[in-house]
């Protein structure tokens, strides 16, 4: 079951699905946990600000509860702590208070505690201008603090009224027990901001904190928690009077100087695992490579799962073709017209399609009780072994055979057979083609070739004929120069022998000497024809099919026909001379050529040679030869008294003249030719009919 | 030259003797020449023009047969009546070589030889040259 399914074509589809899926999963997962871990990460380090600034906005408060020393630490770690007494002084130590509805007034004292300068909020209560007020309302709210220790030193009033540097510091008694002093009502750790504003003189200056090596250790308002140096520190003052005590002259680090006047050292942020629980190591990496590692890493994943898809869409192409084809070639089986078996390898028969059941009469439940050798009776159970070993070495092995239907009658096939490795299992292929047809055409053929080697060397002793009738045919035209000379010749003769008394008998001697002279050359030249038909062994008469010779002459003139662009239309060809063969294709081959000629000659849109016979008078055959060509010019010729001429531009109608020769040979054949009504010329003879047919 | 003359021409030398002899009988001039060549060098020296008579041509010819002298002589300027005699005379083709101009065909075992030579010297005479 399980196999099966491996083997199934769901598998790799749901395998792949499969991998797919968990591919997605684990993209969407990864995804997901580095979302968190940002948003873990980011809370955790905006809450670890929030929260350290708060303790420290705490400790400050706690801290600040020494007012000279928070003033101090404040002034002089943050802003050049310059109070303008010319201009703001009231409002800038209310901020400093933190609570403006306390710090309604201030003054700063001279070291003898007289109020050299006082500013009071408008509209104040005014009970707690005076020193004494101050320090009685300090003393009271801030019990534990020391009056002395609360002091902004200044030189003189005049100082304060021309704008001079007043610097708050924190106030060591001196020996001549001098002193000044300014009322802080409160320092709020809460009010920091604001505080650190007014005393920097600025509302729109952000306050940062950063430890000696410039990490960002507070701001505010908050820095991005990705910003680990805060670039406008930079523009922070750095330097720190001498005139703060208690503070290093040489520190420039308002942080380490803030951090040596409150006496409390920030921690670095290394150590803010303590309050969030994630490294400094999960924040960097969080805030730096994970969002490249993010970004390839769905690339990636984007770029698998394409691939994935497209392999996915070409296999279920592939599949698509494979299962088209395997549907195509099962249709095929089952309806070629081809015999197709599937045979086992101890030669029984186990499928076989239609074609195969109905060549042979078989039923299909009749198939699986055959073998090889119940279908063919050349073979039997022993060689069948001998061949399936073979198939196994060669693959397939293709021979003519004769199966033996279920009637009992054969059939001749041509049997391909292959032995294949299906699932496993070692079959044999049976395909067998019905070649009845085809031997019976190969057959003929072979006949016809035999026939044709009979025909061609037949032939061969025609050519030797016509070569004999073309030479009978340069002797005729001797023989009518000397006739012609002979003629010219007895004219002076009888034009001598006219002269009655005056008859010159060396003249007529002359004449008559080469009268006779003219005719023994006739004679010797018609004794020399004589001759060579007496030599002409070739001449056999008997049946001659006119069919078969027009056949030849088609086939020995094809050239000359394709000019012409016509062939031979053969009517009512299926007659039989008695003749010979030679003859007759000589005959048909003069006449079609001189056909053929005269068609080439006019160039006429329909041309057309037909070679027709007819039976005439029970005895003889008449057969015509006649085209739509040019026609006789010669009106005798024409007539067909004597045809000296021919048809065709050029001839000299040695094609005619050899044609009526040779049927003159035959006792009461007749030749003659005729010009056709519409265009055209005919040529008739006959020939005596093979009565035997 | 400017006597009427008929001019023979013919590759059988008794042909020609016989012909001559003929036409001598019959007080005709003639000349006589194996080949067409022959004649052809004899007339390329003559005015043409002037030519009087006709001329007979073998068709049959090693060198050169009667259609090729008579298209050489034509191209000469021989104007007068040129035949052709041959043995065979096929119709078609005397139909071409009339329309191409020669003068007549003549078989040579036509008794009316002399008769058709009279014609031709006849044919000259009715068109003396300009």
Known sequence: ?693 | MTNKTVYLVDDSEQWLETIKERLDVEDIQSETYLSAVALIERLSDVDTAALRGCILLDMLMPDMDGEQAFRQLTRMGVHIPIAIVSSYVDGKRTAMLRQAGIADCITKTDRRLFEKINTLLELDAANPPA
């Open chain 1, 1 to 693: 079951m399980f196999k099966e399914f491996l083997e199934s074509r769901a598998f790799p589809q749901l395998l792949r699905a499969f991998v797919v899926a968990m591919l997605v999963s684990f993209l969407i997962g990864a995804a997901l946990f580095i979302q968190r871990s940002y948003s873990q990460t980011k809370a955790a380090v905006e809450n670890t600000a929030t929260r350290e600034a708060r303790r420290v906005s705490l400790y400050l408060a706690d801290v600040l509860t020494d007012a000279g020393h928070a003033l101090s630490a404040i002034t002089g770690s943050v802003s050049n702590s310059k109070l303008n007494g010319a201009t703001d002084v009231t409002q800038q130590l209310a901020a400093i208070v933190g609570e403006r509805d306390y710090a309604i007034s201030a003054a700063v004292l001279d070291s003898r505690g007289k109020v050299i300068a006082q500013w009071a909020r408008s509209g104040a209560p005014r009970k707690t201008v005076s020193y004494g007020g101050i320090v009685d309302a300090l003393r009271e709210r801030k019990s534990r603090l020391a009056a002395d220790q609360i002091l902004v030193s200044a030189p003189d009033r005049e100082a304060i009224d021309q704008s001079a540097n007043i610097v708050v510091s924190k106030r060591i008694p001196t020996a001549d027990g001098n002193f000044a002093g300014v009322s802080l009502l409160e320092l709020n750790g809460a009010k920091l901001l604001e505080t650190l504003q007014a005393v920097s003189g600025d509302p729109a200056t952000t306050i940062a904190v950063a430890d000696g090596e410039g990490r960002l250790l507070l701001s505010r308002p908050a820095a991005p928690p990705y910003l680990t140096h805060y670039p406008a520190f930079q523009t922070l003052p750095k330097s720190l009077t001498s005139e703060v005590e208690g503070v290093s002259p040489a520190s420039t680090d308002p942080v380490d100087g803030l951090a040596r006047v409150v006496g409390y050292r920030f921690e670095p942020l290394s150590r803010l695992t303590t309050y969030t629980g994630v490294s400094r190591e999960q924040i960097i990496s969080v805030l730096s490579w994970q969002v490249p590692i993010i970004v390839l890493l769905f690339l990636a994943v984007a770029a698998t799962v394409l691939v994935l898809l497209q392999l996915m869409l070409r296999q279920f192409q592939e599949l698509r073709e494979r299962e088209q084809s395997v549907a195509m070639s099962d249709f095929a089986l089952k309806n070629t017209a081809e015999f197709v078996a599937w045979i086992e390898a101890d030669g029984r028969l186990r499928l076989a399609n239609e074609a195969f059941r109905k060549a042979l009469g078989y039923e299909a439940s009749e198939i699986s009780g055959l073998y090889v050798w119940s279908i063919n009776r050349e073979t039997n159970r022993k060689q069948w072994v001998a061949l399936w070993e073979r198939l196994g070495d060669l693959g397939s092995d293709t021979r003519d055979a004769k199966v033996t239907r279920k009637d009992g009658s054969f059939i001749e096939v041509e049997i391909v057979m292959s032995r294949l490795d299906f699932r496993g299992e070692e079959v044999g292929f049976m395909l067998l083609h019905d070649v009845t047809e085809r031997n019976r055409t190969w057959r003929s053929l072979r006949e016809s070739q035999e026939r044709e080697k009979v025909q061609l060397a037949a032939f061969a002793d025609h050519r030797e004929f016509v070569s004999i009738g073309m030479m009978s045919a340069t002797i005729l035209h001797d023989i009518k120069h000397e006739v012609g000379h002979a003629v010219q010749r007895s004219e002076l003769l009888k034009r001598e022998l006219s002269k009655g008394d005056s008859l010159q008998h060396e003249a007529l001697q002359r004449h008559l000497g080469l009268l006779a002279h003219n005719f023994d050359l006739v004679v010797a030249l018609l004794d020399e024809v004589k001759g060579r038909l007496h030599n002409d062994h070739t001449r056999q008469v008997g049946r001659v099919s006119l069919r078969e010779a027009a056949k030849q002459v088609q086939f020995f003139k094809a050239e000359i026909l394709s000019k012409a662009r016509t062939s031979i239309d053969v009517r009512n060809l299926n007659l039989s001379v008695n003749a010979v063969h030679e003859d007759v294709v000589h005959i048909l081959f003069n006449l079609v050529q001189n056909s053929a000629d005269a068609l080439i000659a006019v160039e006429i849109d329909h041309p057309s040679i037909v070679v027709g016979a007819e039976q005439v008078n029970g005895k003889w055959v008449r057969i015509s030869v006649e085209d739509n060509g040019c026609g006789f010019d010669n009106e005798a010729d024409a007539e067909g008294a004597t045809p000296t001429g021919s048809q065709k531009p050029g001839g000299w109608g040695r094609g005619l003249e050899i044609c009526r020769w040779l049927i003159s040979r035959y006792d009461g054949a007749k030749f003659w030719t005729e010009n056709k009504a519409g265009g055209g010329a005919i040529v008739h003879f006959t020939l005596p009919l093979d009565e035997t047919q």
